[in-house]
T-cell receptor, first 114, second 111 residues
């Protein structure tokens, strides 16, 4: 059981380049999330997907797009990277037991935009 | 909207001393509260969660947290710090796919 996996682990981009961050989970969870983590700001939600085929904006969606490819995979795309998108990106999936949602996180992708 | 505030971005304790990390929440509905730990260059790992079943919640690695509605608090404690506890700790509150995190508290443990 690998849990939540993310690729790549590190990436350097030039301003204006595009890239896709990949996330997969093998826990059969319905909901998946993308967060960014910046110093002193905790984690902020970019997009989430409550179930296969649905996606919704979070707190900071501008400059990003997502695709829920199937139940396992949820990708995050930067169409035209900007230095402000330099951050650590975390993917998470969640289970709901007795109406309580618990999120499980991947190891993160460190992105530097020059 | 719900939110959490962590008091103190850095906390330093000596090995063997009490650990107290503070978290206050704001929520218009009964909250579900969480503490996560993040070790360097790793993702977040769930420490414990409050689900209204009991106000004192025990988690992994000897940590526990007490939900106090009157104080809107969910402080994290550990009686005796260990060097391996050095990490960043995040408090979070959730309601229907909307999880909000605090800014984090970095715990340093001195020998």
């Amino acid at each position: 059981n690998a849990g939540v996996t993310q690729t790549p682990k590190f990436q350097v981009l030039k301003t204006g380049q595009s890239m896709t961050l990949q996330c997969a989970q093998d826990m059969n969870h319905n909901s998946m999330y993308w967060y960014r983590q910046d110093p002193g700001m905790g984690l902020r939600l970019i997009y989430y997907s409550a179930s296969e085929g649905t996606t919704d904006k979070g707190e900071v969606p501008n400059g990003y797009n997502v695709s829920r490819l199937n139940k396992r995979e949820f990708s995050l795309r930067l169409e035209s990277a900007a230095p402000s998108q330099t951050s650590v990106y975390f993917c998470a999936s969640s289970e709901i037991l007795a109406f309580i949602e618990t999120q499980y996180f991947g190891p993160g992708t460190r992105l530097l935009v020059l | 909207a719900q939110s959490v505030t962590q008091l103190g971005s850095h906390v330093s304790v000596s090995e063997g001393a009490l650990v107290l990390l503070r978290c206050n929440y704001s929520s218009s509905v009964p909250p579900y509260l969480f503490w996560y730990v993040q070790y360097p260059n790793q993702g977040l790992q769930l420490l414990l969660k409050y689900t209204s079943a009991a106000t004192l919640v025990k988690g992994i690695n000897g940590f526990e947290a007490e939900f106090k509605k009157s104080e809107t608090s969910f402080h994290l404690t550990k009686p005796s710090a260990h060097m391996s506890d050095a990490a960043e700790y995040f408090c979070a509150v959730t309601n229907n796919n909307d999880m909000r995190f605090g800014a984090g508290t970095r715990l340093t443990v001195k020998p």
